[in-house]
RNA sequence: GCACCCGUAGCUCAGCUGGAUAGAGCGCUGCCCUCCGAAGGCAGAGGCCAGGGGUUCGAAUCCCUUCGGGUGCACCA
């Protein structure tokens, strides 16, 4: 259950009951929210219904408030209400309303925090989608972990989601792949090789090479490039992809569709011309020529007429070529075909995990939305901005021009999958993120990931604790939910309460916010408030979650504590962190 | 030149789609603990939310503008 939803209902239901009694015109409640009080002192939940409704209905806040107030009071699962400020109406629920939420969100376990709110909306969201030229560097650890994470994020908030990659396996890049595979090919056969400018240096191709000379000896050696190089392509092209998906998996990473970008062509321009064919019956295509960059003049600028999208009757600020001067479709053309095929698979919100040099891209791809959909379906477009390195405080060098960058799997083999992934989060993605080796590996509060997670696997020792001392409890969940939580009115554990209620909200919001790091920062806050009543109870043995005096309280506690542990263990779900049920 | 992103405590960042006295961690200061359920606890100082204007009951949040930082700007992928 969702109290917020609850009481919003209820709070709408009192305003119409008022709006009854005055015979007013129908005002908009929709605007009506009920949050938790950024101050705690003043209760559970607050409400802005009277100061939204006040001006539509010709009343003062408060007097609206205090009638709003006042309905409120008779429910019996409000123990008080307080109107405040300029007009907030303040509440603070029952004891027993508060133990029933907590009670169902014990019954409902695993899923609690899942929503309906995506109503099943079909969303692909496109990440990763690394050139497959060679293995996955520490750049795109972000891209990979946000985009998984969202995909996650909209499945807990109701979404119908696929997680898709595109494969750029039609461009000049993987040409200069095979030429690189080729001469490892040459290598593998014996010869001496050099590797020229501008191909791929990189280690990874030689079993490339190898393979190839296993299967097919000499034989490519007397071909002509137009012959071998479609061959040597397709082999390299699997080799690197399935290199990339080995690179995924260590982060927990796997997708659901890949797709690639060359069975956008074919026949006749295969989908790429069909889909300009489309556009260009609904007006979207013509013949013409741009004005010229602005700005440091490409050298090669010549002016001459060109296919191009009408991108700037859908909002963008240029329109965009679609066909090449040597007559052959551009990339973006190839992206329009994509996008077309993504909604034509029923796809109505198209995400895009991107990086931050894509910034450009943005407003081109959700002309196309625009233009495709005819305005049915949305894009949202994520750019991840850059990771820096880290070791100890230092930045960490890196060359690209040497090939020797840091790879996916260098940062995930030296500080682990979870910290990689839980660091990636914790942070929006449009900001810019310092990731340093040595402090995501610490055991201490300052690092967010060993916090949460010692968070969970304190819980866990708490229950272990537990069932060796009091080894008639059950503590189930099923047994756990049916304890007298009632009991739990310690202030901290009223405000432990109040937290681990925000979790579908949290949720929710992220979900359609699409920003899974609101989930991480969560996460933390619940953590510090668990460890924070866990110290309590140092000084003061009496609010220990284990007090063998009272087995009904400790009953109640020991529920609480399952609780937490079962939020903590479902938001990291999200993230794809795991749960440890304890720390080594 | 244009477009997009960013600017919040000394540092690194949150701020729940416009709400109340703007929060957290680090660092700093001061107490406590270092015998309980390992990898500390509690408290304090620290802010013109880059500057200016506007919108309204109400702005860190929305709009305009200035400044400062980042990214991208036919045909490449």
């Not at 140092?538 to 400790?554: A, G, M, S, V, Y």
Request: aromatic share 8%; hydrophobic share 40%.
């Amino acid at each position: 259950m969702n109290i917020f939803r609850d009481f919003t209902a209820r709070v709408t239901s009192a305003v119409e009951v008022i709006l009854a009694a005055r015979d007013s015109a129908p005002v908009d409640l929709s605007r009506i929210v009920v949050e938790p009080p950024r101050d705690a002192a003043h209760g559970d939940l607050a409400t802005n219904a009277a100061m939204v409704l006040a001006k539509p209905l010709g009343l003062k806040p408060r007097d609206l408030a205090e009638a709003i107030a006042g309905r409120l009071r008779d429910d019996e699962d409000v123990a008080s209400v307080e109107v405040a400020g300029p007009g907030f109406i303040n509440l603070t629920l029952a004891a027993p309303y508060r133990a029933h939420a907590l009670k169902s969100l014990i019954q409902a376990g695993s899923d609690y925090g899942r929503s309906r709110i995506g109503g099943d909306l079909k969303v692909n969201v496109e990440y990763v989608s690394a050139n497959p030229t060679g293995p996955m560097h520490v750049g795109h650890c972000r891209g990979a972990v946000v985009g998984d994470a969202l995909a996650n994020l909209l499945d807990w908030g109701g979404y119908d989601v696929t997680k898709e990659y595109y494969i750029n396996d039609a461009g000049g890049q993987v040409d200069v792949l095979a030429r690189s595979a080729f001469l490892r090919y040459r290598e593998a056969l014996g010869e001496e090789i050099t590797i020229p400018e501008g191909l791929y240096p990189g280690d990874y191709l030689k079993p490339v090479g190898t393979a190839l000379a296993d299967v097919h000896g000499r034989t490519l050696l007397d071909m002509p490039e137009a012959e071998w190089l479609p061959l040597v392509r397709e082999a390299a092209i699997s080799a690197m992809m399935l290199m990339i998906r080995d690179d995924l998996a260590l982060l927990n990473v796997h997708h659901d569709v890949f797709f690639s970008e060359k069975t956008l062509s074919g026949e006749n321009g295969g989908k790429i011309g069909a889909t300009i064919a489309d556009m260009e019956k609904k007006g979207f295509v013509y013949s013409g020529t741009l004005p010229p960059p602005k700005g440091q003049l490409p050298d090669d600028w010549e002016d001459r007429e060109q296919l191009l999208f009408r991108a700037t009757d859908v909002g963008d600020d240029i329109d965009r070529p679609l066909v090449k001067s040597d007559g052959s479709y551009t990339y973006f053309a190839g992206d329009v075909a994509y996008f077309k095929d993504k909604f034509d698979r029923g796809f109505r919100q198209m995400i895009y995990v991107l990086g931050a040099d894509h910034g450009g891209y943005v407003k081109r791809l959700q002309a196309v939305g625009r233009a495709i959909s005819g305005g049915t379906a949305s894009v949202d477009v994520l750019l991840c901005q850059l990771v820096k390195l880290y070791r100890a405080g230092e930045p960490v060098r890196m060359s690209k021009r040497s090939g020797d960058f840091v790879t996916l799997r260098d940062v995930v083999e030296e500080v682990g999958r979870d910290a990689v992934r839980f660091m990636m989060l914790y942070r929006k993605s449009d900001a810019p993120l310092d990731f340093d080796f040595q402090k995501v590996t610490e055991q201490s509060k300052d690092n967010p990931v060993f916090y949460v997670q010692y968070g969970h696997a304190r819980a866990a020792s708490i229950l272990r604790n537990a069932a060796q001392d009091l080894p008639a409890l059950d503590l189930s969940g099923a047994a756990l939910a049916g304890a007298d939580l009632a009991l739990l009115d310690d202030a901290g554990e009223i405000s432990l309460q109040r937290r681990l209620a925000e979790f579908p909200r949290i949720i929710e919001s992220a979900a359609e916010a699409h920003e899974p790091h609101r989930v991480a920062f969560y996460l933390y806050e619940l953590a510090a408030e668990f460890h924070q009543q866990w110290n309590r109870g140092k000084d003061l043995p009496q609010l220990r979650f284990i007090n063998p005096e009272q087995p009904q309280l400790t009953a109640a506690r020991l529920a609480l504590v399952h609780a937490t542990k079962l939020v903590l263990s479902s938001g990291l779900l999200v993230l794809g962190v795991d749960a440890p049920e304890e720390m080594r």
